[in-house]
């Protein structure tokens, strides 16, 4: 089984996390690339002295979901409606 270059990526985390990463490549010859950010199983790494991790992305599409319905619902819903729908919808996008 080969392994797909767009598939693989190279980050620091430490002391040196500043520092250019050096040229990697695969057996078979596929380059690997170095990035400061990486997602991995939905998480966004970040690329720092200790490990860390980036909420900016989920912090975005939660409020593009729920702004887009709450657009449309506006003033019409009731504040039960519109908090049930954040309970039910939106909380699961941040976790």
Same mark, same amino acid.
């Given at each position: 089984?080969?392994?797909?270059?767009?598939?693989?990526?190279?980050?620091?985390?430490?002391?040196?996390?500043?520092?250019?990463?050096?040229?990697?490549?695969?057996?078979?010859?596929?380059?690997?690339?170095?990035?400061?950010?990486?997602?991995?199983?939905? =998480?966004? !790494?970040?690329?720092? %002295?200790? /490990?860390? #991790?980036? *909420?900016?992305?989920?912090?975005?599409?939660?409020?593009?979901?729920?702004?887009?319905?709450?657009?449309?619902?506006?003033?019409?819903?009731?504040?039960?409606?519109? =908090?049930? !729908?954040?309970?039910? %919808?939106? /909380?699961? #996008?941040? *976790?």
């Amino acid at each position: 089984m080969s392994l797909n270059a767009s598939e693989s990526m190279s980050m620091r985390i430490g002391p040196r996390h500043k520092y250019k990463c050096c040229q990697l490549t695969t057996m078979d010859r596929h380059e690997i690339l170095c990035s400061n950010t990486i997602r991995y199983l939905g =998480v966004y !790494l970040v690329s720092s %002295k200790n /490990f860390s #991790i980036s *909420l900016d992305y989920a912090m975005k599409s939660f409020y593009r979901a729920f702004n887009a319905v709450f657009g449309k619902v506006g003033r019409v819903a009731s504040e039960n409606v519109v =908090v049930e !729908l954040l309970k039910t %919808k939106y /909380f699961p #996008i941040l *976790l």
